[in-house]
């Protein structure tokens, strides 16, 4: 009988190893394998530590940012608060953006949550709106502006910082469209002030501000203006010397003449000398031979 179980126990360890696909009418269970134990299994988008009986693994996945431990029955945390997380740190004006929420943990890990099971909203600055799915867009700005929006989940609120990016220079409010960077507009006039307008002289020196925008000037200082004069050239009469200031570097100027003054008479003076001292510019003219030459300077603001 001792020799009878032994070699019982031996087919039933010969069974017991021999797995193979099962099925009913119920179920399929495919043709068993035997895994890598506790190695790392690793991809593009995740790393797993794997455990082996009671000893503990951790997995991470970069997006959303997932930390999960493994290795009991059971794993225990206790929420701690909620983490909202943007696709980018920035987004253009008018733009839109995919917000991220997860749940942190007790113990340094993190449960990834559904975007659409967050309640969403704008908590400052200029977003028009986050939806549903958590996809924030940004409004109109005149310059880089910082905004933050806001998810709640389960008794838990997270925020995110965002910045909107000004890519659009003429766009924003009552200065939208009207040829001058409101950037510059706020920077001298303030939000919405019709003192702003581009055929306005506010300060009275007889420099409109779309004239004074382009040539780098205040608009609310009367003493910043820009001067033009022409002198002559001691001792050569055939020449003449077409003085202006301010000029700034990141300006370009270009001075044009015409004997008559009619609008298909001007042309680009050719063959003079320039020379600058700080921000005057001083442009001689060689052929200053004519009875009677007008002098005139393009400005333009890249």
Known sequence: MKT????????????????????????????????????????ASYTNDASAGSIAGISTVASPVETAKSGYVGQLYEVTGLTVTSASPTVNETATVQLNASQSLDD?????????SVAWSV??????????????TAG???????????????????????????????????????????????????LNNPNAAPLIDPDGDGQNNSFEFTAGLV??????????????????????????????????????????????????????IVSDNGTERSVTDTAATEPKKFYRVEITNP
């Open 219 to 272: 608009p609310t200082n009367p003493l910043s203006r820009f001067l033009l004069r022409i002198e002559p050239v001691a001792g050569e009469p055939a020449r003449k010397r077409l003085v202006f200031s301010p000029r700034y570097n990141h300006r370009t100027y270009h001075v044009v003449t015409s004997t008559t003054l009619e609008a298909a008479s001007w042309s680009a003076l050719t063959g003079g």
């Open 140 to 190: 109109t700005v005149y310059q880089n502006t910082a905004a933050t929006a806001q998810g709640v989940y389960l008794g838990h609120t997270g925020a995110a910082g965002l910045t909107v990016v000004n890519t659009l220079p003429d766009n924003f409010g009552s200065y939208a469209g009207d040829g001058l960077d409101d950037a510059w507009q706020n920077q001298y006039f303030g």
């Open 4 to 43: 009878q179980s032994l070699i019982l126990f031996a087919i039933a360890c010969a069974v017991s190893v021999q797995a193979g696909p099962r099925s009913s009418a119920n179920y399929t269970i495919a043709t068993d394998t035997a895994d890598g134990g506790g190695k790392r299994a690793a991809s």
């Open 123 to 136: 908590q400052s600055g200029p977003l028009t709106g986050v939806n549903t799915s958590g996809v924030a």
């Open 108 to 116: 340094a890990t993190f449960l990834a949550v559904s975007a659409a």
